[in-house]
């Protein structure tokens, strides 16, 4: 992997070497400033430890453009330390009050503060809902939309593409569980009980998506 220099809001070092080496730090912010505004976190810091630059690169390519990079995998690899973080599952559904009540009863959720549903009979039009868990992280949201071809898994003809897995801790649970679901709209679609090392349930909620329940 290489570390463009350009993107200097990412990578802390870079303004901290560019510090240290004025020529090369002019080139690199001519090209910054050329290919879009700066940012405050383009400043140098120099409280960064500046890396060698025995691992740098500094050449032109075709069009006369210099490309500047770190060429070395391994500190790449620290350097990129954040990741994009799940914030939370959508689900598409043509009623998404339904869905998100369904689910916020099987799991024992909660709305998002100001997704609850309207106290005043007013009419609920709401077309994106957000289930929270009782710390408040999003685990959730439904998505209204005008048509939704549900499933017809087993059989491919239309795929399910996703589906969402929950686990209980016995047997037990897991009959409790799938009565709980119908109870509340869901459709079983495959009972694999009979199997001691992963019983399990497959079921189809309101809106036709399937999940699983099993034991783990």
């Not at 998002?112 to 009419?123: I, K, M, T």
């Not at 047997?171 to 409790?176: D, G, S, V």
Request: aromatic fraction near 8%; charge should be negative.
């Amino acid at each position: 992997m290489i570390a463009e220099v350009r993107d200097a809001e990412t990578h802390a070092f870079t303004a901290a070497w560019l510090e240290t080496n004025e020529p090369f730090r002019r080139d690199i912010l001519a090209l910054l400033e050329k290919e879009g505004p700066l940012l405050s976190r383009d400043i140098p810091d120099t409280s960064v430890e500046p890396w060698p630059s025995t691992g740098w690169t500094n050449n032109r390519n075709e069009s006369g453009e210099r490309r500047c990079a770190w060429k070395d995998e391994s500190r790449s690899e620290e350097i990129m330390a954040e990741y994009p973080q799940l914030l939370h599952t959508a689900l598409d559904t043509t009623d998404a009050r339904a869905l998100a009540e369904f689910y916020r009863q099987l799991l024992g959720l909660q709305y998002r503060q100001g997704d609850e549903p309207p106290a005043d009979g007013a009419e609920d039009d709401a077309d994106w809902l957000v289930l929270v868990d009782p710390n408040g992280a999003r685990k959730l949201a439904f998505q209204q939309v005008e048509r939704l071809e549900r499933t017809t898994w087993p059989t491919h003809d239309v795929p399910m593409q996703m589906h969402l897995d929950f686990t209980v801790s016995t047997i037990n649970q897991l009959k409790r569980q799938r009565e709980r679901a119908e109870s509340l709209g869901a459709q079983l679609l495959l009972d694999r009980t009979g199997d001691s090392d992963e019983p399990l349930y497959v079921l189809a909620d309101p809106s036709g998506h399937p999940f699983c329940i099993f034991v783990a």
